[in-house]
């Protein structure tokens, strides 16, 4: 199994940058394919984007497309979030999970969770 353990969150303006970080321990981080999910207060929760487990094919929201990138490096046991030209509507509790399956379903299944960390954008 792997715990992902997110970092990287804050207050940003409007029009700003972050790059959110997962490091997920375990030794078969490889064999786990990753997603970034946001919850907003009063929302359901969303994947904003996932990754196969090479790296080699990506998801994203339409919400967030052409804004945020994600990306990992598996021999650092980690996946990243860049998030560009941030919008006030961004603003929620991004989590880290982990999906082990041998087919890729971006937006559901997974099996792995961390216990979040809070995206704030200021107008």
């Known amino acids: 199994q792997v715990l992902p353990v997110e970092s990287g969150g804050g207050l940003v303006q409007a029009g700003g940058s972050l790059r959110l970080s997962c490091a997920a321990s375990?030794?078969?981080?490889?064999?786990?394919?990753m997603g970034w999910f946001r919850q907003a207060q009063g929302k359901e929760r969303e994947c904003v984007a996932a990754?196969?487990?090479?790296?080699?094919?990506?998801y994203y929201a339409d919400s967030v497309k052409g804004r945020f990138t994600i990306s990992r490096d598996n021999a650092k046991n980690a996946v990243y979030l860049q998030m560009n030209s941030l919008k006030p509507e961004d603003t929620a509790v991004y989590y880290c999970?982990?999906?082990?399956?041998?087919?890729?379903?971006?937006?559901?299944?997974?099996?792995?969770w961390g216990q979040g960390t809070q995206v704030t954008v200021s107008s």
């Open positions: 999970a982990a999906q082990y399956s041998s087919t890729w379903y971006p937006t559901s299944g997974y099996d792995y």
């Open positions: 375990g030794r078969t981080f490889s064999s786990y394919a």
């Open positions: 990754i196969t487990r090479s790296g080699g094919s990506t």
